[in-house]
């Protein structure tokens, strides 16, 4: 047991605070801070920034442009860009299609998607979810027929996060409709600026415009885009699904977001004094800090488990529930600290994301950001699902 | 003990319903033609309620449907105060007169008696914050510290010199606007005013507990539905036992809500410290059921939860930003704290 972190890694936190206050503008880092909806051009520059450090894309190996750290070191670089204010990086095609790339891909395919990934020339985005297959995935109904050496896809996928953005998709749709629910899926990536995709806004609560529906009618799909074998599509979205939850925990967001919180806290009066001396705000805000503490060395030990060659398992389930429901826990916290302030309200979907607010306590978009924050406990399999996978580990033998 | 509504408000409630459901158009004349905005005032003011019962039965069936039409703000909170002062709210009762109340400021965080406008002679300075429905009022009510340091209430005109109203939409649906003054002309409406001041935001404050009470009653229908209509892995999601449990928890939670909106209506009328007690003790205990009910009602739809196309968002957002609003949940946990030292 070693609670401290090494010379090596102080001097790794060192060089990323280094790089940060060298490269990511306060302009763009004060949209992040106040929770602003970000351009795709936001993304855009710092996906390059990061890309010409070498720093895109931290768990890929190196002989593919990767960084190769270990958990320690992702550690210390999620939570000093997140302190930072640093945009988060659009993890659709970096942390999920590249690894099962990596991993299932021929040797055309790496060659030809990974670098566009790294140099953003592609934008992708995960088309996973249908409107009847949620966490019931493997009950996806988008069809994809084989017509010569093209596949034909027909169908509708949702939830689509920035598709608007993005000019590829990777998709699990079915091959096999005859076969048992699991074995008839395969994984393909589609353009989508072939003709018969449609992408369809969708507004969520907090008036964002970050997610879509996107239907496929008569699509031609090259077959060199079916990722591994047809049918095995099952077994790669899994192992996708494994890298979706690396970062699950988020402590880095929860640790700036409580910064956030006490941030506002001070600047906010209660009776003449800063918010943050009142004893029940003090008290909740405690709570959560100590919570944090914890999580923060309950993820570094399940993370760092696996990174010495075990399996990732289903550890980082525990990691989703407690890491979500501290982060959600902090959303809460920042828009009670505004009091009545938090109701002025502007909708990206509606106005664009400039409509002037009074904002005296500079807090930023808190009940918007509270509110599209209720997605963390709902996407990358929903803490119900989490319970039952880690239920049925649990009770195997029962 | 009786729990009925009498034949009246049982009226009334039918009247409301039935309206809100035909999705009105004008909807303010309308509910003034319906006797709807009479309910909310006592029968020697031209009204025939205004009583806490009258106030839960008009707002809960408000917050049950998908309107907000800014009673509160518009017509129940300025209307109490303008009786305060010995004032007729005829116009309001006839839907012809919309007033607004500016009282809230920025240091005052949920406090009532912190104003920091001033009143020098008949002229007000200062800064009124989250002013909903600002925009839409014939006439403001203001309040201000006047020389001696005791809070007084003014009339101003909306376009008074000196005035300005930085409208904007709010986060539950409708506007509000900054409002600030700037050596404006007023007319005195009514000197110490604190005590009518606390009664009025107590009538409002039980109005709005009615009315999330009413949007918990929709949210949790609608995920009643959905449980039962939506399936995954073969089975409608209610059939989970992880659900169909935390979906009775919910239910528990409701009961309780609109216990403490029944004991806070009740005790509407008595002394202002029994008074106070019981809307502090409800507002608190929304708060929290509140919240619960917002968080797991869109969690149990999963994404469908979270877009503003379906209602159940909608209904989300009003009951959680009703703790934005006429104190939060740790605001009365500290008046009851106080109230029972
Ligand atoms: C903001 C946002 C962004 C998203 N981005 C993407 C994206 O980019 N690409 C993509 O493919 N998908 C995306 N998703 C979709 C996301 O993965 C799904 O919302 C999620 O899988 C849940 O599915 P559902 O919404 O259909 O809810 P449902 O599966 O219908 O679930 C409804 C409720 O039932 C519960 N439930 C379901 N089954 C069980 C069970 N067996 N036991 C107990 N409870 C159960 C759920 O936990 C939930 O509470 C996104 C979703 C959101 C909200």
Redesign the pocket.
Known sequence: MDLNFTAQDDAFRAEVRGFLTETLPDALADKVRRMQPLAKDDYIFWHAKLNARGWLAPDWPKRFGGAEWNAVERHIFEEECALAHAPRVVP?GLAMLGPVLQKFGSEAQQDHWLPRILDGRDWW?????E?G?????AALKTRAVRDGDHYVVTGQ???????QHANMIFCLVRTDPGAKKQEGISFLLIDMESPGVEVRPIT?IDGSA??NEVWFTDVRVPVENLVGKENEGWTYAKYLLTHERTNIAGVGFSRAGLETVKRIARRAQSRGRPLLENPHFAARVAQVEIDLMAMATTNLRIVSQAAAGQAPGVGSSLLKIKGTQIRQEITDLARRAVGPHAMPFASEALEGSNAPLPDPLDAGAVAGSYF?N??LS????????Q??IYAKHLMRDA | MNFELTEERQMLQDTLRRFLASDPADIWAQMAGLGIIGALFPEQSGGFGGAGFDLAVVFEEIGRADHDPGLIDNALLPGMLMLAAGRDVEGVISGEVKLGLAHAELAARYDLDWVETRADGDRLTGEKTVVVGAEDANLLIVSARVADGEISLWLVQPDAPGLTLNGYGIAQGGRAAEVSLNDTPAELLMDSALPAIRQAMAAATLAQMAETLGAMETAIELTRDYLGT?K??GRP?GS????AHRFVDLMAELEQARSAVILAAGHLEAEPPVRDLHISAAKNLLGRAGRLVAEETI??????G?TEEYALGRFAKRITMADHRFGDTDHHLEQFIALTA
């Open positions: 659709f985005c995960q088309g996973y979810s409107p297959a949620g966490s019931d995935l996928k949702t939830w689509t996060t920035l598709g969520l970050e997610v599209n209720r997605k709902i996407f990358g399999g929903s803490n119900e699902i319970r039952e | 939506r995954q892995f999601i989970f036992q992880a659900l969690q149990m739809h999963g994404g469908i979270m």
